[in-house]
T-cell receptor
């Protein structure tokens, strides 16, 4: 079974600084997708960024970028120029060829003004 | 465009009582998901529908949980009877198809006393 591990329960960053959230996963498949989701205190989950495993180029979305290391099964999220609105729970997720989405336990990000 | 709608947002019941949650997905989304999110954890899939067919219900505790998606649009998730351990947030999500982005609703927070 696939597993997703987020080893940082909580992180803190100063406003306008950069922070990196870690995620590792375990799979024997070669075709899969990886995601970072943001869940603000209101609890509505929002997709931040998505990475296809067959693509070597790291995905970027404005201030959000990933470092995808397929061999190491690592998928970290970098948030640049952090803003107060970035404060939330961040979940790393894996979608297999069987299409089930498996989430990690999340990292709570605090942004200090 | 309206997002995924869920009701109620909050529900408090006593154990052994029945409870039902309702979800209306984004118009045109064929795939609908129900997740359970325990406190401090990531969401876990309970059941996935492709139109009106349940294609993955392996994680649904069938002795007390049931779900339906009549006409392939909105869906209802029921628990009967509820147990203390069912206290969680129940999230509904939808997507155009199984490999497309999942859009989440705000969830229903269930408290079983």
């Amino acid at each position: 079974a696939q597993t997703v591990t987020q080893s940082q329960p909580e992180m803190s960053v100063q406003e306008a600084e950069t922070v990196t959230l870690s995620c590792t996963y375990d799979t024997s498949e070669s075709d899969y997708y990886l995601f970072w989701y943001k869940q603000p205190p209101s609890r509505q989950m929002i997709l931040v960024i998505r990475q296809e495993a067959y693509k070597q180029q790291n995905a970027t979305e404005n201030r959000f970028s990933v470092n995808f290391q397929k061999a190491a099964k690592s998928f970290s999220l970098k948030i640049s120029d952090s803003q107060l609105g970035d404060a939330a729970m961040y979940f790393c997720a894996y979608q297999s060829s069987g299409d089930k989405l498996t989430f990690g336990t999340g990292t709570r990000l605090a942004v200090r003004p | 465009e309206a997002g995924v709608v869920q009701s109620p947002r909050y529900k408090i019941i006593e154990k052994k009582q029945p409870v039902a949650f309702w979800c209306n997905p984004i118009s045109g989304h064929n795939t609908l998901y129900w997740y359970r999110q325990n406190l401090g954890q990531g969401p876990e899939l309970l059941i996935r529908y492709e139109n009106e067919e349940a294609v993955d219900d392996s994680q649904l505790p069938k002795d007390r949980f049931s779900a339906e998606r009549l006409k392939g649009v909105d869906s209802t998730l029921k628990i009967q009877p509820a147990e203390l351990g069912d206290s969680a947030v129940y999230l509904c999500a939808s997507s155009l198809a199984v490999r497309n982005e999942q859009f989440f609703g705000p969830g229903t927070r269930l408290t079983v006393l």
